[in-house]
């Protein structure tokens, strides 16, 4: 049962132009979201987090939203740059007692901007 | 600040063996948790190790173990390695009180 799900294995872009990559969960209990950026044979790199009792952040070019309704988030990034081709991964977590809080991924959408 | 490092990058190991693979996390960070990455099934989380207990387990065998060390820094073992165990293991720590996990560059092991 995949509880994160990125439905788009692939996305094109122009430079310049907005990329929007999209996640759905089914886990309620989920309370936190993660954004990261994955380059080929390195480890994930953190990009922007959003609460579960926000709507949106910001930082710089990358926006984060969430519908907790939909269950649905989105990362948007203005504007695109050649640079942000990657891999992009959704994350989210709640806490699973104990004290702990394990990431649950979605399998990853390829992002290219094309110059 | 340095971030998570990891030691081997790259590790060639053939059926039967056993490996460990270690993992230092960022200064002031008292969790580290690990996660296998393959090609089929993504990012799936091993284990989390908080104060040198573990505090949480994912859906691995048991050949899959871990441990953690006062100075947090922490190591997994595979115990009689399998094909299917070829993956790039990654290593990420945090406060360990909810919030951001910052990931190494992980392990890259083929197993032969």
């Known amino acids: 049962d995949q509880q994160v799900k990125q439905n788009s294995p692939s996305l094109s872009v122009q430079e310049g132009r907005i990329s929007i990559l999209n996640c759905d969960y089914t886990n309620s209990m989920f309370d936190y979201f993660l954004w990261y950026k994955k380059y080929p044979a390195e480890g994930p790199t953190f990009l922007i987090s959003?609460?579960?009792?926000?709507d949106k952040n910001e930082d710089g070019r990358f926006t984060v939203f969430l519908n907790k309704s939909a269950k649905h988030l989105s990362l948007h990034i203005v504007p695109s740059q050649p640079g942000d081709s990657a891999v992009y991964f959704c994350a989210a977590s709640y806490h699973s007692g104990a004290g702990s809080y394990q990431l649950t991924f979605g399998k990853g959408t390829k992002l290219s901007v094309i110059p | 600040k340095a971030g998570v490092t990891q030691t081997p990058r790259y590790l060639i190991k053939t059926r039967g063996q056993q490996v460990t693979l270690s993992c230092s996390p960022i200064?002031?960070?008292?969790?580290v948790s690990w996660y296998q990455q393959t090609p089929g099934q993504g990012l799936q989380f091993l284990f989390e190790?908080?104060?040198?207990?573990?505090?949480n387990k994912g859906n691995f065998p048991g050949r899959f173990s871990g441990r953690q060390f006062s100075n947090s820094r922490s190591e997994m073992n595979v115990s009689t390695l399998e094909l299917g165990d070829s993956a790039l293991y990654l290593c990420?720590?945090?406060?360990?009180?909810?919030?951001?996990?910052?990931f190494g560059p992980g392990t890259r092991l083929l197993v032969l």
């Open positions: 959003i609460s579960s009792i926000k």
């Open positions: 200064s002031g960070h008292r969790s």
């Open positions: 990420a720590s945090s406060l360990g009180l909810g919030g951001t996990q910052y």
């Open positions: 190790y908080f104060s040198e207990t573990q505090r």
